[in-house]
């Protein structure tokens, strides 16, 4: 069955230190990832994507994203981290590649930073 | 460039009743996503319209159904509520089949609280 995974649940950490936001999913096929952002009482925003190519990704804010295929996993991470990053992330998959849209969501991570 | 709109914003309904959840998608864009999120099952995809067809669907009952207009504008419609139904209920629109980046913008949401 298709599953994503986002290991930890809440993840506090100090402004300016590093970041790394874990997520797994189940099956090694091909795939399409994405990381999401969730702001308190908005939609989600895209943070960035893994279509094809290089493995690690950059997106905005600062955040990339390294593929790892034999792992399968796509772990976000973040070298210094500001109070502004403080939201829900979300690690989605699309094991579609039709070019429809439907995506499988991770149960998502908090991010608390910590002034 | 108007991002994608929800309405409405907030909503409360009483067990049994039926409910119209309305999405604009933003201007170009012919796909409109729908999802659910609730604190216990996370983000779950419901399903998609492309040109006024259902292109995918996810796993909920038929009480839950959508459509699309010609101008993209799309809606769902939930029957019979249940206290289950109490969610954010999330609308995402892309450009489509034409677009491969796969790059879905997300509305504010609407949520939908169940008496």
């Known amino acids: 069955a298709q599953s994503v995974t986002q290991l930890d649940s809440q993840v506090p950490v100090f402004e300016e230190a590093p970041v790394e936001l874990r997520c797994n999913y189940s099956s090694s096929v091909s795939v399409y990832l994405f990381w999401y952002v969730q702001y308190p009482n908005q939609g989600l925003q895209l943070l960035l994507k893994y279509l094809s190519g290089s493995t690690l990704v950059k997106g905005i804010n600062g955040f990339e994203a390294e593929f790892n295929k034999s792992q399968t996993s796509f772990h976000l991470r973040k070298p210094s981290v500001h109070i502004s990053d403080t939201a829900e992330y979300f690690c989605?998959?699309?094991?579609?590649?039709?070019?429809?849209?439907?995506?499988?969501f991770g149960t998502g991570t908090r991010l608390t930073v910590i002034p | 460039k108007a991002g994608v709109t929800q309405t409405p914003r907030y909503l409360i309904k009483t067990r049994g009743q039926q409910v119209t959840l309305s999405c604009s998608p933003i201007s170009g864009h012919r796909s409109v996503s729908w999802y659910q999120q609730t604190p216990g099952q996370g983000l779950q995809f419901l399903f998609e319209y492309f040109s006024e067809t259902q292109r995918n669907k996810g796993n909920f009952p038929g009480r839950f159904s959508g459509r699309q207009f010609s101008n993209s504008r799309s809606e769902m419609n939930v029957s019979t509520l249940e206290l289950g139904d109490s969610a954010l209920y999330l609308c995402a629109s892309s450009l489509g089949l034409a677009d491969y980046s796969y790059e879905q913008y997300f509305g504010p949401g609407t949520r939908l609280t169940v008496t």
């Open positions: 989605a998959v699309s094991w579609d590649q039709t070019g429809a849209n439907n995506l499988f």
